[in-house]
């Protein structure tokens, strides 16, 4: 690399910039830097080798934009290499030190019947591995089927989370099988292998908080550990015919902004079963920028009400002049037991679609003690649970306010 393109990556991670082992396996803790790494390698491959045609994977597409393509791009602005992004076609184009062509493509396996004739693959990336089922795996494989001059390598990314995808573990790590042991490398990574000061600073503080020594164990110190006491077990089905139902609906948001995503989900109701609709999933959003995301998203979000964090009345307030109809759920003591309870009484689905509310549904359990039992009484463990708590203050404030009062109003709320 030039001057003009000083590469960034930790001292863990450099010995992996060459690496040619088939399977590179990057597990490890949140915040490690494991898919910053991924991206800084295809980059670095393709500046020196060209003629590169990479495959970067998710389970679902729609996903790509807000991760893995933001990852890469911001890593190429960082090194000031010139790129072109097809947001159509879903593509970055750049070239090699030599002129010589790259092209990366960001997909997913609901695009399967497209990317699986894909020809001339040089290299895949597959992120957050354990959204993905073996066999699903296996068939990236075999995507490298012609010759292109290049190393053909699998580098994969995730969070050591047993419960999820059990076959890694098994697979790559305890039991790998004799034809592919020596094609395999598994890397080892935790927040302080994180080379931005910011970036590890302020998630050690909220790795930090966690309590509950399982999800210490996969998050903090990025172990592997299986997850038990999970708390809701929602299916997802399509999007129902509303026609003739007349569903009531409202919505359920929680603030974020850096290392925390701001959440917006849309309720259906219809007496006792709900639906969940996800909306919004993002960092970096102000306040009025998310209101007006919101606006644009669903104009019923003017007069419908939503609920949020009531220990936030300034950003509430910010909404509303925004022009939503942001009103502050009920809170108190006992009261996330009280709403989980409540909704545990209740039939619940998540629309197809909605992959973070499916990704937090997976991880929303019970709080353990450092014996690894469930805590009693129990709490739900602090960790990624933003479309969980956004379902929460609305599912919960909604049905208690209009049963007490048969109709809302202002005064209810301020």
């Given amino acids: 690399m030039s001057g003009e393109e000083r590469l960034v ?12 082992h088939y399977f590179l396996m990057l597990g490890g803790g949140k915040g490690s830097g494991k898919s910053e790494f991924a991206a800084r390698k295809v980059i670095y491959r393709c500046r020196k080798e060209g003629n590169h045609n990479f495959l970067i994977l998710r389970k679902v597409a729609a996903t790509c934009k807000e991760s893995v393509v933001e990852v890469m791009v911001k890593a190429l602005e960082e090194m000031n290499i010139p790129y072109r992004h097809s947001k159509s076609t879903n593509e970055i184009n750049f070239k090699s030190f030599s002129g010589a062509p790259n092209r990366i493509l960001f997909a997913g396996l609901d695009m399967w019947q497209k990317i699986k004739s894909r020809k001339g693959v040089t290299g895949i990336v597959v992120e957050e591995l354990t959204e993905f089922t073996e066999k699903e795996f296996d068939e990236i ?32 790590y305890d039991e790998i099988p004799i034809e592919i042991k020596d094609k395999v490398l598994t890397h080892h990574s935790t927040i302080f292998d994180n080379p931005i000061d910011a970036v590890r600073e302020s998630y050690l503080i909220k ?57 917006f989900d849309k309720i259906y109701r219809i007496g006792d079963e709900f639906w969940i609709e996800e909306m919004v999933h993002e960092l970096g959003l ?39 109809n942001a009103k502050p759920a009920q809170k108190g003591r006992d009261s996330v037991r009280y709403g989980i309870d409540f909704m545990l009484e209740k039939t619940f689905h998540i629309i197809q679609g909605s992959h973070h509310v499916i990704e937090e549904r997976k991880t929303y359990k019970w709080l353990e003690d450092k014996n690894g039992e469930l805590v009693k009484p129990s709490e739900p463990v602090n960790f990624n649970n933003h479309h969980m708590d956004a379902i929460r203050y609305a599912v919960n404030t909604h049905s208690h306010r209009k049963r007490a009062f048969g109709a809302f109003s202002e005064k209810d709320f301020y």
């Avoid at 609906?249 to 925390?260: K, P």
């Fill in 141 to 172: 494989d075999l995507m490298f089927r012609e010759e292109t001059g290049h190393y053909p390598q699998i580098m994969t990314m995730f969070n050591p989370d047993e419960s999820l995808a059990p076959w890694i573990k098994r697979k790559y």
């Fill in 207 to 263: 790795l930090r908080s966690y309590k509950d020594p399982t999800y210490i164990k996969m998050y903090l110190e990025g172990k592997w550990a299986a997850p038990k006491g999970i708390i809701f077990n929602w299916d997802v089905v399509p999007m129902p015919d509303w026609k003739g139902k007349n569903p009531d609906i409202y919505y359920g948001g929680d603030f974020g902004y850096s290392i925390d995503v701001a959440a």
């Fill in 286 to 324: 102000t306040n009025i920028a998310l209101a007006n995301k919101i606006k644009q998203l669903d104009p019923l979000t003017r007069k419908l009400p939503s609920y949020w964090d009531s220990s936030e009345p300034k950003s509430i307030a910010e909404l509303h002049q925004c022009g939503l």
């Fill in 9 to 20: 990556c930790s001292e863990s991670f450099y010995p992996l910039l060459d690496d040619e």
